[in-house]
């Protein structure tokens, strides 16, 4: 059971058993709509385990790719050719070879400035979605993708930075990153994030420790701060877990 004002937190083994799990709950929430999907993704190293898993027999078969729209909940301001382009990344991992390509949404980087590829990124979102103002009602994503950074970060929405209090924005610039890689980012903010039926953090290896210790302990950093308006989820490995509670489960 969740303590009080921590999300749920689900402990896996090992960062295969962690993936695995993942991939179960992308299929969940697939399988629970039986109509129009949309699922935000996140960058970083946490999810290439599991984007490949959903790209391999047997899971992508069960993925109905024709209903299913995959978003990015953060992009380095860098050309798509870029290794550290986060949506590259997934596109290269699992999402070329299954998904239609009108399907599939990376922010765009070929704009003058962050501000105008998030404001480019909104106006996309709010087409798919119908609207430019959000009802709890009815959640932007079925299933959103998150990773803590080791300052604490979620998405691109870094402690003490002002994108971290955006109420009205659904997508925003941010000039400077807080952590490597240091280029200027586009993000979704806190409320874009939080409709979703599910959002889903993977946080995983023994370099995770310091900073699920500090979240656990209740640190209101950007990580903690980012719920869904449904279910969040932290799903964690062992090593990664404080070593006070990391031999009792
Ligand atoms: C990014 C991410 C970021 C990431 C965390 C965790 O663009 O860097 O979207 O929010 O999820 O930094 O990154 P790792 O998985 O690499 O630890």
Redesign the pocket.
């Known amino acids: 059971m969740a303590a009080a004002g921590l999300p749920e937190l689900i402990v896996a083994a090992d960062a295969g058993a962690l993936a695995q799990a993942a991939a179960e709950r992308v299929m969940a929430r697939i399988t629970a709509n039986p109509s129009r999907i949309a699922i935000c993704l996140?960058?970083?190293?946490?999810?290439k385990k599991l984007y490949q898993l959903l790209g391999s027999d047997p899971w992508r078969g069960k993925i109905p790719w024709n209903r299913v729209h995959w978003f990015i909940?953060?992009?380095?301001f860098v050309p798509e050719s870029d290794p550290l382009n986060?949506m590259a990344v997934a596109r290269a991992t699992f999402l070329d070879r299954n998904a239609p390509s009108g399907h599939i949404h990376p922010i765009p980087t070929t704009a003058d400035n962050p501000d105008r590829s998030a404001e480019a990124y909104a106006r996309e979102l709010q087409a798919f979605y119908g609207s430019e103002s959000l009802d709890p009602a009815r959640p932007l994503f079925d299933l959103v993708l998150?990773?803590?950074?080791?300052d604490g970060?979620?998405?691109?929405?870094f402690p003490g930075f002002p994108e971290i209090e955006e109420t009205q924005r659904w997508v925003v610039g941010v000039p400077k990153a807080n952590?490597a890689?240091f280029v200027p980012?586009v993000s979704l903010t806190l409320p874009a994030l939080a409709s979703c039926r599910e959002m889903l953090f993977?946080i995983a290896?023994h370099?995770?420790q310091p900073i699920l210790t500090r979240l656990l302990n209740g640190e209101t950093l950007p990580a903690l701060r980012a719920r869904s308006n449904g279910e969040t989820v932290w799903l964690v490995d062992r090593a990664a877990l404080p070593e006070g509670i990391r031999g009792g489960r």
């Open positions: 996140t960058g970083g190293s946490s999810p909940g953060d992009e380095r986060n998150m990773g803590a950074g080791p970060h979620t998405a691109s929405l952590v890689p980012r993977e290896g370099d995770k």
